[in-house]
């Protein structure tokens, strides 16, 4: 047969019998590769949707691109983070596509406008992954994205929530800033104080000085740079000729210094180019050691300066000839020389600094060193205590044995109290005597002034003592405004009598009728004196004008029952009289004249 010619039909049916056996023999097989292929398009869907839960799950921003950079996938915490962009996110859109539209809906605080420039660095950026990329969201809270290449060239770009970390980065720096900050302080504090401060950690080794401090170490400065040890400061700056003139040898002084410093409180006083520095060291809690040095030059020169001034004050006290103490505003002994304590020897137990004067006082009252306080001690030391409290004029002291000080006190500044002492006895017992003296004299002259104030004849006063009385009594009337009434007398014989003048002038019977006058003066301050040889007078007073008649008629009585025979002629003025008597001379001129009729006359006795 012809190879162009049609099939014969046996070889046709034999052809279509061998295909249906073949198909009969593939059937099973493709119904076989069929289900199984189902299968597994099911089981890869439900892989799929596996790790899409799982990623949902994740709290990671995550995004996976092809390697044309277009976008395969992304999670739940993505669109959380984009909120805006939900539903404009489908698989095969491109990053920088999806990057414009994050920045034009403003979910990209940084970027600027127009942001053209903007997505083209961050396109290129991603392209060429390195560093992650920290950007703050919209919502204000942090994210740190990660982009990084797939083995098919495709990309996984996934973000972390690192506010937390963010925020206590920026803590720290705060801290870090406020440390500096504190530090800054610290350095510029310590450096404005006139003391050198420095501080060395556990190890002993310098971590601060101040500005005072670096002044005091001239020598060695820049080394305080360089956090040295203590040792090492010091062999540096004996080395350099800072630390001249030791006691010994600088290992043994350096060996003392380290017990020194370990045993947590050290305070030496140092000698440092011609300047003494006083230092003072202390343990911090950490095991460290802060040193304060003080320049104490100017201070032990004022305090030797002062210790000589106290030495010539305490030497000046003690040659005082004088007791000298002085007692503080709380009125306690400071202090008292030692002529002082001779004084009150009595006392002298009592007489320490800090004693109180009230008790030094109780003291000596319990001694016997106050004799004027015998019998009336509580009042006595109530006086002292006023008079030593608020000082006024100088005051007698009396002591035992008729020793005598004058004791002048006076208020300090800050109110206390200094008093001198001065045995004033020689003085006193020489005014004892005067006093002695003059009181005899007085006793003398008032005997003498007894006798020539007496008239020898009559026993009673003479015209001198009457004109002393009677300028008294003046005075007095006038001061208080009293009454005052002089009597005069003249006693002469009868006309039948005339020839008997001796018999009248007798002496006898002169003091028979001066005795009788003198019963009428029966009050302290009447006076009856003789005046003349025949005459008499009767000061009295307290006794006016109106009670002279009864007065005159009381002595012409009593001259009568004692010179019988005799005429009485008694005149007399008083000092309440109208006019009354401008002076003791008119008042005498008055009673001596001629009395009015209608109050006296002559009268025969």
């Not at 920088?96 to 979910?107: C, H, N, W, Y």
């Not at 997505?119 to 204000?140: D, F, S, Y």
């Not at 304060?292 to 003690?318: F, G, K, N, P, Y």
Request: proline letters at 6%; a negative charge.
């Amino acid at each position: 047969m012809d190879a162009a010619g049609p099939m014969p039909l046996d070889a046709l049916l034999g052809a279509l019998a061998g295909g249906v056996a073949v198909a009969l023999v593939l059937l099973p097989w493709a119904l076989q590769w069929r289900a199984r292929a189902r299968r597994a398009q099911a089981q890869a869907l439900a892989d799929t949707a596996h790790w899409q839960q799982v990623f949902d799950t994740l709290d990671i921003g995550l995004m996976v691109f092809d390697a044309e950079d277009r976008l395969l996938r992304w999670n739940a915490d993505y669109e959380r983070l984009y909120p805006a962009m939900a539903g404009e996110l489908h698989p095969g859109m491109r990053f920088e596509d999806l990057l414009r539209a994050a920045v034009d809906r403003g979910m990209v605080p940084g970027a600027p406008t127009p942001p053209d420039a903007w997505i083209a660095e961050r396109v290129a950026q991603h392209r060429q992954p390195r560093e992650p990329i920290l950007r703050q969201m919209a919502n204000g809270r942090w994210r740190r994205i990660t982009e990084r290449y797939l083995a098919d060239g495709g990309m996984v770009s996934y973000s972390i929530d690192v506010t937390a970390l963010v925020e206590q980065g920026e803590a720290l720096k705060r801290t870090q800033r406020d440390a500096q900050a504190a530090r800054q302080r610290l350095q510029e504090a310590l450096d404005v104080l006139p003391a050198g401060i420095e501080w060395f950690d556990a190890e002993d080794r310098l971590v601060l000085a101040n500005q005072r401090s670096r002044q005091m170490f001239p020598l060695i400065g820049p080394l305080l740079d360089e956090h040295p040890t203590f040792e090492q400061l010091v062999r540096a700056n004996h080395a350099a000729g800072g630390l001249p003139g030791l006691a010994t040898d600088i290992d043994s002084w350096i060996h003392r210094r380290l017990a020194e410093r370990r045993s947590g409180q050290a305070e030496h006083l140092l000698q440092v180019d011609g300047r003494w520095i006083r230092v003072h060291e202390r343990r911090t809690h950490d095991g460290g050691t802060v040193s304060v040095r003080l320049d104490v030059t100017t201070e032990l020169s004022e305090r030797e300066a002062a210790e000589h001034a106290r030495r010539q004050l305490h030497d000046a006290i003690e040659a005082l000839p004088d007791g000298f103490a002085l007692y503080d505003a709380d009125d306690r002994l400071v202090l008292c020389n030692e002529r002082y304590r001779t004084i009150y020897r009595e006392s002298a137990p009592a007489l320490h600094p800090g004693a109180h004067f009230a008790d030094v006082l109780r003291f000596g009252l319990e001694h016997g060193q106050y004799p004027q306080a015998l019998g009336i001690e509580e009042a006595w030391l109530a006086e002292r205590l006023q008079s030593h409290r608020e000082p006024g004029p100088p005051v007698l002291q009396e002591l035992p044995g008729n020793r005598w000080l004058r004791i002048d006190e006076r208020r300090t500044r800050d109110g206390g109290v200094a008093g001198v002492r001065a045995d004033v006895t020689a003085l006193v017992r020489r005014e004892q005597v005067l006093d002695k003296l003059n009181r005899e004299l007085d006793r003398a002259n008032a005997r003498l002034a007894d006798l020539l104030g007496q008239d020898p004849e009559t026993g009673v006063a003479n015209d001198v003592a009457l004109q002393r009385a009677l300028t008294a009594e003046w005075a007095r009337s006038r001061r208080h405004g009293s009454p005052l009434t002089l009597l005069s007398m003249t006693v002469d014989p009868a006309a039948e009598d005339a020839g008997r003048d001796d018999a009248l002038d007798a002496p006898a019977a002169l003091r028979a009728l001066a005795q009788r006058l003198a019963g009428c003066a029966r009050r302290p301050g009447d006076l009856v004196a003789r005046t003349g040889p025949r005459r008499f007078a009767l000061l009295l007073p307290h006794t006016g004008w109106a009670a002279l008649d009864v007065l005159v008629q009381h002595c012409a009585t009593e001259c009568r029952s004692t010179a019988a025979g005799w005429s009485v002629q008694v005149s007399a003025a008083a000092s309440d009289e109208p006019p009354a008597p401008g002076s003791v001379d008119e008042l005498r001129a008055r009673a001596e004249q001629a009395p009015p009729p209608a109050v006296a006359g002559r009268l025969r006795a």
